[in-house]
Protein backbone atom coordinates (compact mmCIF):
# COMPACT_ATOMS: atom_id res chain seq x y z
CA UNK A 1 0.00 0.00 0.00
CA UNK A 2 1.01 3.92 -0.35
CA UNK A 3 1.95 4.74 3.21
CA UNK A 4 4.17 6.93 4.52
CA UNK A 5 7.70 6.22 4.63
CA UNK A 6 10.56 7.25 7.29
CA UNK A 7 13.38 5.98 5.57
CA UNK A 8 16.20 8.72 4.53
CA UNK A 9 16.51 7.43 0.96
CA UNK A 10 12.69 8.94 0.01
CA UNK A 11 13.71 12.16 2.31
CA UNK A 12 13.44 15.45 0.29
CA UNK A 13 16.94 16.90 -0.45
CA UNK A 14 16.37 20.85 -1.09
CA UNK A 15 18.16 22.64 -3.88
CA UNK A 16 19.58 26.09 -3.32
CA UNK A 17 18.37 28.20 -5.52
CA UNK A 18 20.48 29.50 -8.48
CA UNK A 19 20.50 33.30 -7.76
CA UNK A 20 21.30 32.28 -4.62
CA UNK A 21 24.31 30.53 -5.12
CA UNK A 22 25.06 28.65 -7.75
CA UNK A 23 27.81 26.82 -6.55
CA UNK A 24 25.82 25.10 -3.92
CA UNK A 25 23.10 24.44 -6.37
CA UNK A 26 25.11 22.39 -8.40
CA UNK A 27 26.28 20.24 -5.57
CA UNK A 28 22.54 19.97 -4.34
CA UNK A 29 21.44 18.94 -7.71
CA UNK A 30 24.04 16.56 -7.83
CA UNK A 31 23.19 15.15 -4.12
CA UNK A 32 19.36 14.96 -4.96
CA UNK A 33 19.97 13.36 -8.51
CA UNK A 34 22.19 10.90 -6.57
CA UNK A 35 24.94 11.39 -9.50
CA UNK A 36 28.10 11.55 -7.10
CA UNK A 37 29.85 12.31 -4.14
CA UNK A 38 33.01 12.53 -2.58
CA UNK A 39 35.03 9.74 -1.95
CA UNK A 40 37.27 8.62 1.19
CA UNK A 41 40.03 9.65 -1.13
CA UNK A 42 41.03 13.55 -1.20
CA UNK A 43 39.68 14.83 -5.16
CA UNK A 44 38.30 12.01 -5.85
CA UNK A 45 34.80 10.73 -6.53
CA UNK A 46 32.31 8.35 -6.29
CA UNK A 47 29.91 7.93 -9.52
CA UNK A 48 26.85 6.71 -8.10
CA UNK A 49 24.51 4.06 -9.96
CA UNK A 50 22.36 6.94 -11.69
CA UNK A 51 25.23 9.25 -12.88
CA UNK A 52 27.32 6.33 -13.80
CA UNK A 53 24.24 5.06 -16.27
CA UNK A 54 24.44 8.79 -17.78
CA UNK A 55 28.01 7.91 -18.56
CA UNK A 56 27.24 4.79 -20.30
CA UNK A 57 24.82 6.46 -22.40
CA UNK A 58 27.39 8.99 -23.36
CA UNK A 59 29.69 6.52 -23.96
CA UNK A 60 27.39 4.29 -26.30
CA UNK A 61 26.29 7.45 -28.44
CA UNK A 62 30.03 8.63 -28.48
CA UNK A 63 31.54 4.86 -29.43
CA UNK A 64 28.79 4.61 -32.38
CA UNK A 65 30.28 7.29 -33.63
CA UNK A 66 33.94 6.74 -33.40
CA UNK A 67 33.20 3.38 -34.96
CA UNK A 68 31.16 5.09 -37.66
CA UNK A 69 34.28 6.88 -38.46
CA UNK A 70 36.23 3.80 -38.55
CA UNK A 71 38.35 3.74 -34.89
CA UNK A 72 38.72 1.10 -32.83
CA UNK A 73 38.81 0.58 -29.12
CA UNK A 74 42.04 -0.83 -27.49
CA UNK A 75 43.24 -0.60 -23.83
CA UNK A 76 46.70 0.55 -22.48
CA UNK A 77 48.38 0.42 -19.56
CA UNK A 78 47.77 2.55 -16.58
CA UNK A 79 51.24 2.90 -15.43
CA UNK A 80 54.09 4.54 -18.03
CA UNK A 81 57.49 4.46 -17.08
CA UNK A 82 58.97 7.75 -16.05
CA UNK A 83 61.30 7.89 -18.68
CA UNK A 84 58.86 7.48 -21.52
CA UNK A 85 56.83 10.11 -20.14
CA UNK A 86 59.75 12.63 -20.16
CA UNK A 87 61.05 11.83 -23.78
CA UNK A 88 58.62 14.14 -25.28
CA UNK A 89 59.67 17.84 -23.33
CA UNK A 90 56.80 20.26 -23.91
CA UNK A 91 54.72 17.53 -22.92
CA UNK A 92 56.40 16.55 -19.89
CA UNK A 93 56.52 19.36 -18.32
CA UNK A 94 52.94 20.63 -18.61
CA UNK A 95 51.89 17.53 -16.63
CA UNK A 96 54.42 17.32 -14.19
CA UNK A 97 52.77 19.28 -11.62
CA UNK A 98 49.51 16.95 -11.79
CA UNK A 99 51.19 13.38 -12.07
CA UNK A 100 51.23 10.78 -9.26
CA UNK A 101 53.95 8.85 -8.85
CA UNK A 102 54.63 5.21 -8.39
CA UNK A 103 58.28 4.40 -6.31
CA UNK A 104 57.88 1.43 -4.42
CA UNK A 105 55.68 -2.14 -5.26
CA UNK A 106 54.75 -3.01 -1.49
CA UNK A 107 54.54 -2.72 1.95
CA UNK A 108 55.96 -3.77 5.65
CA UNK A 109 55.42 -3.31 8.76
CA UNK A 110 58.16 -1.47 11.07
CA UNK A 111 57.44 -1.42 14.70
CA UNK A 112 53.70 -1.57 14.19
CA UNK A 113 53.77 1.21 10.82
CA UNK A 114 52.91 -0.17 7.54
CA UNK A 115 55.24 2.07 5.59
CA UNK A 116 56.95 1.30 1.65
CA UNK A 117 59.35 -1.79 1.71
CA UNK A 118 62.60 -0.42 0.55
CA UNK A 119 63.59 -3.24 -0.72
CA UNK A 120 60.46 -3.15 -3.19
CA UNK A 121 61.63 0.53 -4.38
CA UNK A 122 61.27 0.30 -8.38
CA UNK A 123 64.34 0.62 -10.42
CA UNK A 124 62.17 2.93 -12.74
CA UNK A 125 59.43 5.50 -11.25
CA UNK A 126 56.11 4.85 -12.91
CA UNK A 127 53.66 7.62 -13.67
CA UNK A 128 50.05 6.83 -13.17
CA UNK A 129 48.39 7.86 -16.70
CA UNK A 130 47.62 11.67 -16.95
CA UNK A 131 47.13 10.89 -20.35
CA UNK A 132 48.29 8.01 -22.38
CA UNK A 133 50.18 9.63 -25.76
CA UNK A 134 54.00 8.36 -24.50
CA UNK A 135 52.63 4.62 -23.49
CA UNK A 136 50.62 4.23 -26.85
CA UNK A 137 53.79 5.54 -28.79
CA UNK A 138 55.82 2.99 -27.63
CA UNK A 139 53.08 0.48 -28.76
CA UNK A 140 52.69 1.79 -32.18
CA UNK A 141 56.62 1.22 -32.87
CA UNK A 142 55.60 -2.40 -32.57
CA UNK A 143 52.57 -2.07 -34.98
CA UNK A 144 53.45 0.55 -37.58
CA UNK A 145 56.75 -0.42 -40.40
CA UNK A 146 54.92 0.30 -43.78
CA UNK A 147 52.54 3.24 -45.57
CA UNK A 148 49.63 -0.54 -45.43
CA UNK A 149 49.53 -0.03 -41.54
CA UNK A 150 48.15 3.33 -41.96
CA UNK A 151 46.12 5.24 -41.06
CA UNK A 152 45.99 3.47 -37.54
CA UNK A 153 42.77 4.69 -35.68
CA UNK A 154 42.51 3.59 -32.07
CA UNK A 155 40.88 4.46 -29.28
CA UNK A 156 40.36 3.80 -25.42
CA UNK A 157 38.15 4.26 -22.47
CA UNK A 158 40.18 4.53 -19.51
CA UNK A 159 40.65 6.41 -16.27
CA UNK A 160 43.10 8.61 -16.11
CA UNK A 161 44.75 10.99 -12.49
CA UNK A 162 45.67 14.48 -12.94
CA UNK A 163 46.12 15.90 -9.19
CA UNK A 164 43.95 18.92 -8.86
CA UNK A 165 44.55 20.70 -5.86
CA UNK A 166 41.06 22.64 -5.89
CA UNK A 167 38.63 19.79 -7.27
CA UNK A 168 34.66 19.92 -8.42
CA UNK A 169 31.99 17.18 -8.45
CA UNK A 170 32.49 16.08 -12.77
CA UNK A 171 34.37 19.18 -13.63
CA UNK A 172 37.49 18.73 -12.11
CA UNK A 173 38.42 15.96 -9.54
CA UNK A 174 41.62 14.19 -9.18
CA UNK A 175 40.66 10.61 -10.73
CA UNK A 176 38.24 10.98 -13.83
CA UNK A 177 37.05 8.66 -16.71
CA UNK A 178 37.29 9.26 -20.17
CA UNK A 179 38.03 8.01 -23.99
CA UNK A 180 41.45 9.12 -25.77
CA UNK A 181 41.33 8.65 -29.72
CA UNK A 182 45.08 8.26 -30.28
CA UNK A 183 45.66 7.93 -34.35
CA UNK A 184 48.56 7.54 -36.80
CA UNK A 185 48.70 8.90 -40.43
CA UNK A 186 51.19 8.62 -43.42
CA UNK A 187 50.61 12.56 -44.54
CA UNK A 188 50.54 16.06 -42.53
CA UNK A 189 46.82 16.57 -44.34
CA UNK A 190 45.40 13.56 -43.40
CA UNK A 191 45.89 14.17 -39.81
CA UNK A 192 45.00 17.53 -39.70
CA UNK A 193 41.43 16.15 -41.36
CA UNK A 194 41.59 13.39 -38.78
CA UNK A 195 41.64 16.36 -36.14
CA UNK A 196 38.40 17.97 -37.48
CA UNK A 197 36.86 15.19 -38.20
CA UNK A 198 36.40 14.27 -34.25
CA UNK A 199 36.00 17.58 -33.35
CA UNK A 200 33.40 17.96 -35.49
CA UNK A 201 31.99 14.75 -34.06
CA UNK A 202 32.24 15.75 -30.68
CA UNK A 203 30.33 18.80 -31.65
CA UNK A 204 27.70 16.90 -33.24
CA UNK A 205 27.14 14.67 -29.85
CA UNK A 206 27.35 18.32 -27.64
CA UNK A 207 24.53 19.77 -29.95
CA UNK A 208 22.28 17.35 -30.64
CA UNK A 209 22.18 14.23 -27.88
CA UNK A 210 23.09 16.78 -25.26
CA UNK A 211 21.34 19.76 -26.83
CA UNK A 212 24.25 21.94 -25.55
CA UNK A 213 25.20 24.56 -27.93
CA UNK A 214 28.80 24.96 -28.84
CA UNK A 215 31.04 27.06 -30.53
CA UNK A 216 34.12 25.74 -32.31
CA UNK A 217 37.42 26.84 -32.89
CA UNK A 218 41.06 26.77 -31.80
CA UNK A 219 43.37 27.39 -28.76
CA UNK A 220 45.83 30.23 -28.19
CA UNK A 221 49.47 28.84 -27.67
CA UNK A 222 49.39 29.36 -24.31
CA UNK A 223 45.95 27.39 -24.10
CA UNK A 224 47.26 24.11 -26.39
CA UNK A 225 47.57 20.85 -24.92
CA UNK A 226 51.60 20.11 -24.02
CA UNK A 227 53.21 18.54 -26.67
CA UNK A 228 50.63 19.97 -29.73
CA UNK A 229 51.38 22.05 -32.68
CA UNK A 230 47.51 22.69 -32.94
CA UNK A 231 44.50 22.10 -30.15
CA UNK A 232 40.71 22.81 -31.20
CA UNK A 233 38.00 22.59 -28.69
CA UNK A 234 34.19 23.30 -28.03
CA UNK A 235 33.50 25.28 -25.87
CA UNK A 236 29.78 26.02 -24.04
CA UNK A 237 28.08 28.55 -22.01
CA UNK A 238 26.75 27.28 -18.73
CA UNK A 239 23.74 29.21 -17.19
CA UNK A 240 26.01 31.27 -14.51
CA UNK A 241 27.64 32.89 -17.88
CA UNK A 242 30.61 30.57 -17.65
CA UNK A 243 32.59 29.20 -20.06
CA UNK A 244 33.42 25.40 -20.40
CA UNK A 245 35.70 23.13 -22.50
CA UNK A 246 33.78 20.99 -23.31
CA UNK A 247 36.04 18.43 -25.73
CA UNK A 248 39.13 19.14 -27.42
CA UNK A 249 41.18 17.70 -30.37
CA UNK A 250 44.86 17.93 -30.95
CA UNK A 251 47.31 17.81 -34.01
CA UNK A 252 50.50 16.90 -32.41
CA UNK A 253 52.71 16.82 -35.71
CA UNK A 254 55.34 14.05 -36.17
CA UNK A 255 56.35 15.32 -32.25
CA UNK A 256 55.50 11.78 -30.74
CA UNK A 257 56.76 9.63 -33.23
CA UNK A 258 60.02 11.26 -33.23
CA UNK A 259 60.46 10.63 -29.46
CA UNK A 260 58.87 7.26 -29.55
CA UNK A 261 61.08 6.67 -32.91
CA UNK A 262 58.21 5.09 -34.84
CA UNK A 263 58.97 5.88 -38.53
CA UNK A 264 57.32 3.88 -41.41
CA UNK A 265 58.14 3.36 -45.31
CA UNK A 266 56.26 5.50 -47.85
CA UNK A 267 55.27 4.90 -50.66
CA UNK A 268 58.77 5.66 -52.49
CA UNK A 269 60.21 3.15 -49.98
CA UNK A 270 61.66 5.94 -47.94
CA UNK A 271 61.57 5.90 -44.14
CA UNK A 272 59.30 8.78 -42.60
CA UNK A 273 57.81 9.63 -39.83
CA UNK A 274 53.87 9.42 -38.65
CA UNK A 275 51.63 12.31 -38.07
CA UNK A 276 49.71 11.66 -35.42
CA UNK A 277 46.43 13.01 -33.83
CA UNK A 278 44.74 12.74 -29.94
CA UNK A 279 41.52 13.45 -29.15
CA UNK A 280 39.13 13.62 -25.67
CA UNK A 281 36.02 13.93 -23.61
CA UNK A 282 35.29 12.83 -20.20
CA UNK A 283 32.73 12.66 -17.72
CA UNK A 284 33.11 16.80 -17.32
CA UNK A 285 30.20 16.12 -20.00
CA UNK A 286 27.99 15.69 -17.14
CA UNK A 287 28.72 18.86 -15.58
CA UNK A 288 28.10 20.49 -18.67
CA UNK A 289 24.38 18.37 -18.66
CA UNK A 290 23.61 19.61 -14.95
CA UNK A 291 24.62 23.54 -15.49
CA UNK A 292 23.11 23.73 -19.28
CA UNK A 293 19.76 22.23 -18.36
CA UNK A 294 19.14 21.84 -14.55
CA UNK A 295 16.45 24.03 -12.58
CA UNK A 296 15.81 24.90 -8.92
CA UNK A 297 13.64 21.32 -8.53
CA UNK A 298 16.93 19.39 -9.85
CA UNK A 299 18.71 17.84 -12.66
CA UNK A 300 16.57 17.99 -16.10
CA UNK A 301 18.03 15.56 -18.98
CA UNK A 302 17.57 15.51 -22.42
CA UNK A 303 15.68 12.57 -23.20
CA UNK A 304 18.35 10.96 -25.56
CA UNK A 305 20.66 10.68 -22.38
CA UNK A 306 18.24 9.59 -20.08
CA UNK A 307 18.63 6.42 -18.53
CA UNK A 308 15.01 6.37 -17.67
CA UNK A 309 12.99 8.50 -20.14
CA UNK A 310 9.36 7.75 -18.40
CA UNK A 311 9.01 6.75 -15.01
CA UNK A 312 5.10 4.96 -14.37
CA UNK A 313 3.32 5.67 -11.45
CA UNK A 314 0.68 3.48 -9.83
CA UNK A 315 -1.51 5.39 -7.60
CA UNK A 316 -4.00 3.41 -5.20
CA UNK A 317 -5.54 3.34 -1.32
CA UNK A 318 -6.16 -0.51 -0.69
CA UNK A 319 -4.71 -3.89 -1.84
CA UNK A 320 -7.51 -4.50 -4.39
CA UNK A 321 -7.11 -1.55 -5.89
CA UNK A 322 -3.04 -2.02 -6.04
CA UNK A 323 -3.55 -5.44 -7.93
CA UNK A 324 -5.62 -3.65 -10.70
CA UNK A 325 -3.70 -0.57 -10.83
CA UNK A 326 0.40 -2.03 -11.17
CA UNK A 327 -1.46 -4.42 -13.48
CA UNK A 328 -1.92 -1.56 -15.45
CA UNK A 329 0.84 -0.03 -14.97
CA UNK A 330 3.02 -2.68 -16.17
CA UNK A 331 1.19 -3.46 -19.46
CA UNK A 332 1.06 0.27 -20.50
CA UNK A 333 5.31 0.05 -19.66
CA UNK A 334 5.29 -2.89 -21.68
CA UNK A 335 4.01 -1.15 -24.37
CA UNK A 336 6.10 1.91 -24.13
CA UNK A 337 9.49 -0.39 -24.29
CA UNK A 338 8.12 -2.10 -27.62
CA UNK A 339 8.43 1.48 -29.22
CA UNK A 340 12.17 1.73 -27.59
CA UNK A 341 11.36 3.95 -25.21
CA UNK A 342 13.57 3.55 -21.58
CA UNK A 343 10.35 3.00 -19.24
CA UNK A 344 10.12 1.50 -15.55
CA UNK A 345 7.61 1.05 -13.17
CA UNK A 346 7.93 2.31 -9.58
CA UNK A 347 5.93 0.24 -7.41
CA UNK A 348 7.91 0.13 -4.03
CA UNK A 349 5.46 -0.41 -1.39
CA UNK A 350 5.26 2.53 1.65
CA UNK A 351 5.99 5.35 -0.53
CA UNK A 352 3.43 8.32 -0.77
CA UNK A 353 3.17 8.93 -5.03
CA UNK A 354 4.17 12.50 -4.09
CA UNK A 355 7.21 11.35 -2.82
CA UNK A 356 7.83 9.22 -5.87
CA UNK A 357 7.56 12.23 -7.68
CA UNK A 358 9.75 14.62 -5.96
CA UNK A 359 12.23 11.68 -6.25
CA UNK A 360 12.18 11.04 -9.88
CA UNK A 361 11.79 14.47 -10.70
CA UNK A 362 14.92 15.43 -8.73
CA UNK A 363 16.62 12.74 -11.05
CA UNK A 364 16.32 14.26 -14.34
CA UNK A 365 13.33 11.99 -15.56
CA UNK A 366 11.61 13.44 -19.06
CA UNK A 367 8.20 12.55 -18.38
CA UNK A 368 6.09 10.73 -15.72
CA UNK A 369 2.96 8.69 -16.59
CA UNK A 370 0.81 8.21 -13.32
CA UNK A 371 -2.05 5.14 -13.28
CA UNK A 372 -5.02 5.73 -10.68
CA UNK A 373 -8.35 4.03 -10.27
CA UNK A 374 -9.85 6.95 -11.91
CA UNK A 375 -7.62 6.46 -14.98
CA UNK A 376 -8.16 3.11 -15.27
CA UNK A 377 -12.00 4.04 -15.59
CA UNK A 378 -12.09 6.55 -17.78
CA UNK A 379 -9.19 4.65 -19.84
CA UNK A 380 -7.26 8.02 -19.66
CA UNK A 381 -3.22 8.42 -18.76
CA UNK A 382 -2.11 11.53 -16.99
CA UNK A 383 1.42 12.60 -18.42
CA UNK A 384 3.71 15.26 -16.20
CA UNK A 385 6.15 16.78 -18.63
CA UNK A 386 9.44 17.32 -16.32
CA UNK A 387 10.51 20.31 -18.43
CA UNK A 388 7.91 23.06 -20.78
CA UNK A 389 9.49 25.81 -22.82
CA UNK A 390 8.76 29.05 -20.98
CA UNK A 391 6.42 31.51 -21.89
CA UNK A 392 7.78 35.28 -20.99
CA UNK A 393 5.01 36.81 -18.39
CA UNK A 394 3.54 33.09 -17.57
CA UNK A 395 3.20 32.79 -13.80
CA UNK A 396 4.75 29.31 -12.36
CA UNK A 397 1.54 28.03 -11.26
CA UNK A 398 0.53 28.52 -14.68
CA UNK A 399 3.52 26.79 -15.81
CA UNK A 400 2.76 23.84 -13.45
CA UNK A 401 -0.81 23.21 -15.11
CA UNK A 402 1.17 23.26 -18.31
CA UNK A 403 3.11 20.55 -17.56
CA UNK A 404 0.23 18.22 -17.23
CA UNK A 405 -1.98 16.82 -19.30
CA UNK A 406 -4.73 14.05 -19.52
CA UNK A 407 -5.17 12.11 -22.51
CA UNK A 408 -7.05 8.89 -23.99
CA UNK A 409 -5.00 5.68 -23.03
CA UNK A 410 -3.88 4.86 -26.72
CA UNK A 411 -3.54 9.00 -27.74
CA UNK A 412 -1.51 8.86 -24.51
CA UNK A 413 1.10 6.30 -25.23
CA UNK A 414 1.36 7.06 -28.99
CA UNK A 415 2.05 10.60 -27.80
CA UNK A 416 5.10 9.78 -25.86
CA UNK A 417 7.71 8.86 -28.60
CA UNK A 418 6.73 12.49 -30.25
CA UNK A 419 6.76 14.06 -26.81
CA UNK A 420 10.39 12.96 -26.36
CA UNK A 421 11.70 13.95 -29.83
CA UNK A 422 10.28 17.49 -28.92
CA UNK A 423 11.54 17.87 -25.39
CA UNK A 424 15.15 17.06 -26.93
CA UNK A 425 14.58 20.14 -29.44
CA UNK A 426 12.83 22.80 -26.91
CA UNK A 427 15.90 21.94 -24.61
CA UNK A 428 18.37 22.71 -27.43
CA UNK A 429 16.47 25.56 -28.56
CA UNK A 430 16.57 26.94 -24.82
CA UNK A 431 20.37 26.63 -24.33
CA UNK A 432 20.63 28.62 -27.13
CA UNK A 433 18.52 31.45 -26.05
CA UNK A 434 20.16 31.23 -22.95
CA UNK A 435 23.52 31.44 -24.91
CA UNK A 436 22.37 34.27 -27.36
CA UNK A 437 21.18 36.55 -23.91
CA UNK A 438 24.66 36.74 -22.37
CA UNK A 439 26.25 36.99 -25.72
CA UNK A 440 27.67 40.79 -26.48
CA UNK A 441 29.95 41.43 -29.20
CA UNK A 442 32.35 44.25 -27.30
CA UNK A 443 34.63 46.47 -29.01
CA UNK A 444 35.52 48.73 -25.88
CA UNK A 445 37.32 47.88 -22.74
CA UNK A 446 35.00 50.08 -20.37
CA UNK A 447 32.30 47.98 -21.99
CA UNK A 448 34.13 44.65 -21.62
CA UNK A 449 34.38 45.67 -17.96
CA UNK A 450 30.30 46.38 -17.17
CA UNK A 451 29.75 43.48 -19.17
CA UNK A 452 31.45 40.83 -16.62
CA UNK A 453 32.16 42.87 -13.19
CA UNK A 454 28.18 43.95 -13.15
CA UNK A 455 25.99 42.58 -15.99
CA UNK A 456 27.35 38.95 -14.77
CA UNK A 457 29.00 38.56 -18.21
CA UNK A 458 28.63 35.06 -20.35
CA UNK A 459 30.39 35.36 -23.77
CA UNK A 460 32.13 38.09 -25.47
CA UNK A 461 33.74 38.43 -28.84
CA UNK A 462 36.37 40.82 -28.83
CA UNK A 463 38.96 41.83 -31.37
CA UNK A 464 42.70 40.68 -30.05
CA UNK A 465 46.47 41.09 -31.05
CA UNK A 466 47.31 40.45 -27.90
CA UNK A 467 50.55 38.44 -26.26
CA UNK A 468 50.39 35.55 -24.12
CA UNK A 469 51.79 38.42 -21.02
CA UNK A 470 48.72 40.42 -21.78
CA UNK A 471 46.12 37.62 -21.76
CA UNK A 472 47.59 37.25 -18.22
CA UNK A 473 46.57 41.01 -17.54
CA UNK A 474 43.54 40.36 -19.08
CA UNK A 475 42.73 37.04 -16.06
CA UNK A 476 44.06 39.58 -13.43
CA UNK A 477 41.55 42.04 -14.33
CA UNK A 478 38.71 40.27 -15.64
CA UNK A 479 39.01 36.37 -14.50
CA UNK A 480 38.31 35.79 -18.21
CA UNK A 481 40.55 33.91 -20.95
CA UNK A 482 40.07 33.27 -24.75
CA UNK A 483 38.16 30.19 -24.76
CA UNK A 484 39.20 30.01 -28.35
CA UNK A 485 40.02 31.61 -31.68
CA UNK A 486 36.87 30.85 -33.38
CA UNK A 487 36.52 29.32 -37.06
CA UNK A 488 34.90 31.38 -39.44
CA UNK A 489 31.94 29.86 -40.04
CA UNK A 490 31.42 29.97 -35.97
CA UNK A 491 31.24 34.36 -35.93
CA UNK A 492 27.97 35.74 -35.72
CA UNK A 493 27.67 38.17 -38.86
CA UNK A 494 28.18 41.41 -36.69
CA UNK A 495 31.04 40.03 -35.27
CA UNK A 496 32.86 39.51 -38.37
CA UNK A 497 35.57 41.56 -40.04
CA UNK A 498 38.74 43.69 -39.35
CA UNK A 499 39.05 45.89 -36.12
CA UNK A 500 41.31 46.68 -32.87
CA UNK A 501 42.79 44.87 -30.47
CA UNK A 502 40.27 45.61 -27.26
CA UNK A 503 43.28 45.71 -25.14
CA UNK A 504 46.20 47.00 -26.96
CA UNK A 505 44.37 49.13 -29.71
CA UNK A 506 46.45 47.24 -32.36
CA UNK A 507 45.09 46.34 -35.92
CA UNK A 508 43.51 42.79 -35.63
CA UNK A 509 41.64 40.71 -38.34
CA UNK A 510 39.56 38.72 -36.33
CA UNK A 511 38.03 38.39 -32.82
CA UNK A 512 38.30 35.85 -30.34
CA UNK A 513 35.67 34.40 -27.69
CA UNK A 514 36.15 35.53 -24.16
CA UNK A 515 34.81 34.49 -20.75
CA UNK A 516 34.92 33.60 -17.77
CA UNK A 517 35.53 29.82 -17.08
CA UNK A 518 35.22 26.88 -15.02
Known amino acids: ?216 GRKTEGERFAGALETLSIEGLMQDGKGLQMGTSHYLGQNFSKSADVKFQNKDGRLEFVYATSWGVSTRLIGALIMTHSDDTGLVLPPKLAPVQVIVIPIFKNEEERLKIVEEAKKVAAELKSRGVAVRVDDRDGIMPGAKYYEWEGKGVPLRIEVGPKDLEKGSLCIARRFVPEIQGEKPEEQRRRRKSFLPRAEAIASIVPTLEAMQKELLERARAVRAGRTRVLDKIEDFEKFFKEEGGGFAWVHWAGNAGQEEEMAKRFETSIRCIPFEDQLPPEAKGEGNCILTGRPSKQRVLMSKSY
Open 1 to 216: MNKPDNQSRTEPNAVTPRAQDYSQWYLDVIKKACLAEHSAVRGCMVIRPHGYAIWEKMQRELDDRFKATGHENAYFPLFIPLSLLTREEKHASGFAKECAVVTHHRLKSVNGEIVPDPESKLEEPLVVRPTSETIIWEQYKNWIQSYRDLPLLINQWANVVRWEMRTRLFLRTAEFLWQEGHTAHATEKEALEETWRMLDVYADFAENVMAVPVIK
